[in-house]
């Protein structure tokens, strides 16, 4: 069975930071890797979607990137803002979804 | 980008009632619908794979007599909480698979807030 963990558990950083988050799994036969925000007491938000194919992904602020073969998958965040604040989640999808516990961050104004 | 509807967004119910929760794929067909739950400060985790026309497959440790799922259409999955119990308070989320030109996307909805009193 698929493991995700993410790290750390939870950040706390000052506003304009570039900031990683790390996602690693066990199983490297996905077909897709999937980072996404959450809101407290909201629903899933996709930021990225990085086909087995592919090792990287660009939106904005945001680039991810997916090393298959070492089961790892970074989240970098370009000069961070307040309304970054959220849990963001990784998920590997191979015949399901396999979801990280996700990384808590606080970016303080 | 494609749209998955949930509803009710938040119920509260007694315990021992039966809640259902709509998931909707608005402008797609989609033959595949997950079900997951997620606790307090917990991930995910996934309860069912739904697929139009057939029963759902339920994840292990997942009572499937007491979250029943209909896929009654390519647009329209239910997932019913029969004799709800406190415990089964929690955050669901549906997701909508679609597959085209190669690629393999699940949309999720913005998810059920059940609170069983």
């Known amino acids: 069975k698929q493991e995700v963990t993410q790290i750390p558990a939870a950040l706390s950083v000052p506003e304009g930071e570039n900031l990683v988050l790390n996602c690693s799994f066990t199983?490297?036969?996905?077909?897709?890797l999937q980072w996404f925000r959450q809101d407290p007491g909201k629903g899933l938000t996709s930021l990225l979607l990085i086909q087995s194919s592919q090792r990287e992904q660009t939106s904005g602020r945001l680039n991810a990137s997916l090393d298959k073969s070492s089961g790892r998958s970074t989240l970098y965040i370009a000069a961070s803002q307040p309304g970054d604040s959220a849990t963001y989640l990784c998920?590997?999808?191979?015949?399901?979804?396999?979801f990280g516990t996700g990384t808590s961050l606080t970016v303080i104004p | 980008g494609a749209v998955v509807s949930q509803h009710p967004s938040r119920v509260i119910c007694k315990s021992g009632t039966s809640v259902k929760i709509e998931c909707r794929s608005l402008d797609f067909q989609a033959t595949t619908m997950f079900w997951y739950r997620q606790f307090p400060k917990q991930s995910l985790m996934l309860m069912a794979t739904?697929?139009?026309?057939?029963?759902?497959?339920?994840e292990q440790g997942v009572e499937k007599d007491k979250f029943l799922i209909n896929h009654a259409s390519l647009t329209l999955s239910t997932l019913t909480v029969t004799s709800a119990h406190p415990e089964d308070s929690s955050f669901y989320i549906c997701?909508?698979?679609?597959?085209?030109?190669?690629?393999?996307?699940?949309?999720f909805g913005p998810g059920t807030r059940l609170t069983v009193l």
């Open positions: 997701s909508a698979r679609i597959i085209t030109g190669g690629t393999d996307t699940q949309y």
């Open positions: 199983d490297s036969a996905i077909y897709n």
């Open positions: 998920a590997t999808f191979g015949n399901q979804f396999y």
């Open positions: 739904s697929n139009e026309g057939s029963k759902a497959t339920y």
